[in-house]
Every structure is written in structure tokens, then in C-alpha cells.
């Protein structure tokens, strides 16, 4: 899988418009994983404005102008609405595809979009990477099915900031990175007591 150099880039509008409206948080939050952020994406209600979808899927799409992009794949319902966004404003269009549960629990590729990923680079997309679990899954259909992954990203990775193993790029890390609760420098000082996350 090739990397991507190139830093993300937010229009200075963006991080306003996202604490104006509560979609993003600073404080100091725990989150399930263990990982510790001075900052909190309501990734519910992120999706639910299209403005605020549309400029950071044009943010996260602009990391990868220079690769061609044929399929943009997605783990759950959580993160398929960033990824239509993001698939629109790749060059060409990009299709997309995301898992869809299963009755009796996990997730599944439905087998009529397969030939979208057969054969196809595709982008893996996702709204928050937690643990780091679900966005293995998708790397690991997506080969499985002959797709080739030329690039992961998400909105936060909470995995990559704390040092955990990663190719993925989240879109805030750089402005808010995560860190085991042993070494978080929030805890550290002890002004704050850190917010549980539910996720």
C-alpha cells in the first residue's frame, strides 16, 4: 500500500464551523480503547450536516488527488456518508461500497458489489478508527476479494497517536492527538479529570 506524504489540510473555516455547532469538542475525554484526546468528534451528529461532511471529505479526498482511486470502501454505517463524500470529490468519481451487518452480529460485503472491489485500488474510509479492529476487518475483505488498498483514512485515529501500529491517516491527528492514559500529558498535570466516551 503506498503512503501519502503530503500533511492534511483544513480550510481555515472548518474547526470554527465544527465547535460552533458542538460537532467537535476540546476538553480532555477517555475514550473505550484506553486512549486519551483533548478533543471529542461527535461522530453521530457530524453526519448528520452535509456542510460539515462535505468540507472534511474534501479535506481527507485531497490526500489522495495524486493516486488513482477507483472504490471507496467502508467498515459500517457510521463512516458511509463521509465516504460518498469523499468518493465525489476524488478525480475521476471514485464508486462505494460499505459492509452492511449481519443478523446474527459482525458485518458482510454484500456479494453484488464485489466487482467494485475486484480487481479496483481502493480507499479505505472510516469516521473515527478506535482500536484499529474494524478498519483490519475491511483491509483484510478487501484483499481477500482481489481489491488492491492504495490508502486508509479517517476523520481521527486514535491508534496511530498512540503509537499503536497503523497506516492509516486521520484527518485531525496533527491538531489533536491521542495518547495512552499512562502517558497523557492532560492527566499529568491533573486540572482535569478526563470525560468518559462511551466508544
Known amino acids: 500500500m503506498r503512503m501519502i506524504a503530503t500533511p492534511p489540510v483544513l480550510e481555515p473555516t472548518v474547526l470554527p464551523y465544527l465547535k460552533l455547532d458542538g460537532l467537535l469538542r476540546e476538553g480532555h475525554f477517555a475514550f473505550r480503547s484506553g486512549s486519551h484526546s483533548a478533543a471529542l468528534i461527535d461522530r453521530d451528529r457530524l453526519l448528520t450536516d452535509p456542510i460539515a461532511t462535505s468540507r472534511v471529505a474534501y479535506a481527507m479526498s485531497r490526500l489522495f488527488f495524486g493516486i488513482k482511486v477507483e472504490t471507496v470502501a467502508c467498515p459500517s454505517i457510521w463512516g458511509a456518508g463521509l465516504a460518498q463524500w469523499v468518493a465525489y470529490f476524488l478525480e475521476p468519481r471514485a464508486k462505494v461500497v460499505y459492509a452492511t451487518p449481519l443478523p446474527e452480529g459482525g458485518r458482510t460485503i454484500a456479494p453484488n458489489v464485489h466487482s467494485l472491489i475486484s480487481g479496483k485500488r481502493v480507499l479505505l474510509v472510516d469516521n473515527v478508527i ?46 489533536y492527538p491521542a495518547w495512552p492514559a499512562e502517558h497523557c500529558p492532560l492527566c499529568a498535570t491533573g486540572d482535569t479529570h478526563p470525560e468518559s466516551v462511551p466508544y
Open 130 to 175: 478506535l482500536s484499529g479492529t474494524t478498519m483490519s476487518w475491511l483491509r483484510h475483505q478487501v484483499e481477500e476479494l482481489g481489491g488492491e488498498v492504495v490508502g486508509e483514512c479517517a476523520l481521527w485515529d486514535s491508534v496511530a497517536s498512540a503509537g499503536l501500529a497503523t497506516s492509516a491517516i486521520g484527518l485531525f491527528n496533527h491538531l
